[in-house]
């Protein structure tokens, strides 16, 4: 099966050149969701954004944790696609 990247998207972050905040995650890793379902509540420069999937499948691994920071375009998790 195909995976892809959970990232927060581009257009979100703007001019910003800070490190946003995993908040929490909203669903556990081997939780079944559908695409559109917040996956992820980030904080970035004062503003909260949930982070949904991207398509319908199964959060196989969460790669920043809760309370740590990341980068523009860096990936948060990953998601196995449906089949």
Not at 5 to 12: C, E, V, Y
Request: net charge negative; aromatic share 4%; no cysteine.
């Amino acid at each position: 099966m195909a995976a892809v990247a959970i990232r927060l998207p581009d257009d979100a972050w703007g001019t910003v050149e800070a490190e946003a905040l995993v908040d929490r995650w909203l669903v556990a890793e081997g939780a079944r969701v559908s695409a559109g379902q917040p996956l992820v509540a980030v904080v970035l420069v004062k503003t909260n954004i949930e982070v949904p999937a991207p398509a319908d499948g199964v959060l196989t691994k969460i790669l920043v944790p809760a309370d740590h920071t990341f980068k523009r375009g860096q990936d948060l998790g990953t998601l196995e696609l449906a089949a």
